[in-house]
T-cell receptor, first 110, second 114 residues
């Protein structure tokens, strides 16, 4: 599975946008970019995924670089409930498993 | 609302005991997974199942077995628990194969083996 690189931690103020970066320079043409997050004392939850185009859903937006070697998860207005570990994961076309790295710990200040 | 439930949130067992961790999903998913999560090592796949009675080894299957007799239920079995199996165990499920199907996780079982 191709590898992703994320910052260890980031901090944001409540009600402000947050941009969480992910580098995946060895991504293959058929790899999908997935984001999951894990709130304290809970299992991971799916946030968003994309292949080439930018994606929006009710939780977040995903901006994918034109060369696909990096992506950014955007939380438009961070709340205290968004404090979590955010994982950027590449999934191959036929891959079943999720390979979780260390992720980015997001802290949100009130 | 989709749901994956795990039989216990916390479990304490003694070395050498046989341990069963149960997972149930109500979404009619074909795939079910067992992961363990340890500090500094992230989540690692133990086993997954893509159909009733079918299973495949993940990255760290040693010391574990699984059972899937019904579509909605996937059990993880520690035949003889050891202290190095103290961990957070997470069950997940998803539709079929493919990179566009998200996995839904349960809340986890924190197992301590003493």
């Amino acid at each position: 599975d191709a590898k992703t690189t994320q910052p260890n931690s980031m901090e944001s103020n409540e009600e402000e946008p947050v941009h969480l970066p992910c580098n995946h320079s060895t991504i293959s043409g058929t790899d999908y970019i997935h984001w999951y997050r894990q709130l304290p004392s809970q299992g991971p939850e799916y946030v968003i995924h994309g292949l080439t185009s930018n994606v929006n859903n009710r939780m977040a937006s995903l901006a994918i670089a034109e060369d696909r070697k990096s992506s950014t998860l955007i939380l438009h207005r961070a709340t205290l409930r968004d404090a979590a570990v955010y994982y950027c994961i590449l999934r191959s076309e036929y891959g079943n498993k999720l390979v979780f790295g260390a992720g980015t710990i997001l802290r949100v200040k009130s | 609302d989709v749901k994956v439930t795990q039989s216990s949130r916390y479990l304490v067992k003694r070395t050498g005991e046989k341990v069963f961790l149960e997972c149930v999903q109500d979404m009619d998913h074909e795939n079910m997974f067992w992961y363990r999560q340890d500090p500094g090592l992230g989540l690692r796949l133990i086993y997954f199942s893509y159909d009733v009675k079918m299973k495949e080894k993940g990255d760290i299957p040693e010391g574990y077995s699984v059972s899937r007799e019904k579509k909605e239920r996937f059990s993880l079995i520690l035949e003889s628990a050891s202290t190095n199996q103290t961990s957070m165990y997470l069950c997940a499920s998803s539709f079929l194969q493919g990179p566009f199907y998200e996995q839904y996780f349960g809340p986890g079982t924190r197992l301590t083996v003493t």
